[in-house]
């Protein structure tokens, strides 16, 4: 290809330090990633703090550009997208068919299905972010913050160290707190469980001290947060009470009867709403993507019409004959890797069926779910694309086609080998989703500052790659530290991974007929209902939503996951308010978006250290100064300065904020 070029086109981008700096970021942010996404089923946006942390360290070089700066971001991002991962492979360890994460097999899974992302969302990036008027929040905020690092909306440096001085420090007191935690001086979380009359009936709730679900709630917002309130209500205040009032068990605690009735009852209510809600997410989608697609298919033909090689640097993608051949190049182990994995787990004598039919399954379903979750994250942002939705979806989908397929033709002991092959081949479309999702938004961020497509889609690949070889180890230490709740031998540290245990469940009660529907039907009926309030919110008011996907994780999760970010979305939505009354509302919002960053960084790269301690010492404890009569006033003094704390940071960043010299 041959194109004209300029001075403004040899511009300083796709550098070796750039690469390394971002795969360096990529290591800190995907281990913290993995370990609060187990710990709380939510991931964070990885983009705009690594953009930040990405212009301190290349503000040095006087060659460096903001369009640098954009790959340093995207190469982060893709690899802290591709943790997601956690929402399904877990559940290998939670059917007892891994005792750990085998490192050749998992990087396999997420670098393929990772690399087939990034090839599905290059001959969508005209139809669903050149052409489209889709917002891509994530992707906007992203591009004003490299703008505002490098001067071009109006700002100074000084904002810039502004900015990385809220990521450090929110990084540096969180992992602090986090330590004075793990030593029992102060509590991890303050919870009650009790009885409500004498029939059995129980409830409860459990804040959990911890800044990083606090920081998620700031960062998702109002809306969501109160989303998952009314569903954490829905669990709470009428779920547990009802279905543990029917066991008229008086005599169990009532802690561990509560928590045995949210596990067995109400975590399945809350997958119908959540697959309810992903069906009617996706069922809004066919119309615009259809159109999309339609409207790329034709600017291809004008395009072919034209002189290719005048094609503006802004504009070259990696030829679409290459996307091609690496697309067919992905297939090729990934029907290996489904061949191999059908052969050791017993399957062998329809191997071929489970490569070609897994393929196609994985070419299919991969594509149209790159499709929805780009559009998803156009409309409302990487973080908040109902990803668990399109995992439940893709699983069940999965475990139907081998009960039909595979499953007459087998021995009736063959049915964990199904539910784990069905995980399986779930956790490759789930990666193509994942990485679809989060690379439409870092090419909007290219697109508004004048980054050339093809060498941030290498990027993306670049990130990929690193991601895909971090994600494996994090997993293992984790697992070994804390295992997950339900699997046995798993310590009272235990990691919810509560979305890998859901699509685990709902994959074993296909394959083996013995899921209640009746609890998933009325999860349904409740996120029906849920969808028609948002609506009607959406007509009647301004403002205010109720995402039913939100909804459904808050009855799905257990309290300890959402409350503090109920707290959070509130605390962060009065800190906005108060912004927008201020000189420097845009860089009062965004430093409070940077604070959270780091809140998120600090106290989940801490918790890895931790977990690696606990690997090493065997000991549950290893860090605990003090004895379990410490307990009572461990929660006293850990919520009176986390609450300190909170308001203390806050109050500084909105100073720092307004006293930056403009």
Known sequence: MTVQTNSADRRTELTLRGVIIGVVITVVFTAANVFFGLKAGLTFATSIPAAVISMALLRGFK???????????????????????????????????????????????????????VMYSIPLRRALVTTS??????????????????????????????????????????????????????????????????????SGFDFNLSFALFAIGHLVGLSVGIAMLVGAIIGWGWGVPYYSLLTHDVTTAAADLAQATWSHKVRFVGAGAIGVSAIWTLAKLVKPVISGLTSAMAASRVRKAGKADTLPRTEQDIPIGLVGLVTLACFVPIAWLLGYFGSISGLGDHVAALAIGGVAYVV?????????????????????????????????????????????????????????FALFITSVVFTVAAIANNNLQD????????????????????????????????????????????VAGAGPHALPAPQAGLISALAQGVITGNIDWSLIR?????????????????????????PPLAVGLGIYLPTTS????????????????????????ETTRQLGVLLASG????????????????????KPTPLGLVGP?????????????????????????????QTSEA
């Open 629 to 657: 009569g410490f307990a009572d006033a461990a929660i006293v003094i850990g919520g009176l300065a986390f609450a300190a704390v909170v308001f203390g940071m806050y109050r500084w960043v909105w100073r720092m904020a």
């Open 562 to 585: 959402t409350l503090m970010v109920v707290v959070g979305s509130v605390v962060g939505w009065y800190f906005d308010r108060r912004a927008d009354r201020t000189a420097k509302p």
């Open 133 to 202: 008027d889709l917002p891509y929040p994530e992707g906007v905020a992203c591009a004003e913050v490299l703008k505002v690092g490098a001067g071009e909306i109006g700002s100074d440096p000084a904002e810039g160290r502004a900015g990385l001085l809220a990521v450090i420090w929110g990084a540096i007191v969180s992992a602090v707190f986090a330590i004075v935690v793990a030593t029992q001086i102060f509590a991890a979380d303050v919870a009650s469980y009790f009885r409500l009359g004498n029939r059995g009936a129980t």
């Open 63 to 117: 060659n460096s550009t903001i369009q640098e700066n954009n790959v340093v971001q995207t190469i982060a991002s893709a690899a802290g997208t591709l943790s997601s991962i956690i929402f399904v492979l877990p559940g290998m360890i939670m059917i007892g068919w891994w005792t750990g994460f085998p490192f050749w097999l998992s990087f396999a899974v997420c670098a393929l299905g990772g690399v087939l992302g």
């Open 443 to 486: 090419l909007k961020t290219g697109q508004l500052v004048d980054a050339t497509p093809w060498k941030q889609q290498v990027a993306l690949v670049i990130g990929v790659i690193a991601g895909a070889a971090v994600i494996p180890p994090v997993l293992d230490l984790l697992n070994g530290a804390y295992g997950f709740v339900g």
């Open 364 to 420: 299919l379903m991969g594509f149209f779910v790159s499709t929805v979750c780009g559009y998803m994250a156009g409309l409302i942002g990487s973080s908040n694309s109902p990803l668990s939705g399109v995992g439940i979806l893709v699983v069940i989908g999965a475990a139907l086609l081998l009960v039909a397929g595979i499953k007459p033709h087998v021995s009736p002991d063959a049915g964990k080998a199904l539910v784990a």
């Open 599 to 618: 809140l998120i960084v600090g106290e989940s790269v801490i918790g890895v250290a931790i977990a690696f301690i606990v690997g090493i010492s065997g």
């Open 522 to 546: 009325v999860g349904g009926m409740i996120g029906i209902a849920i969808i028609v309030l948002d609506e009607i919110l959406a007509r009647t008011t301004r403002y205010m939503r109720l």
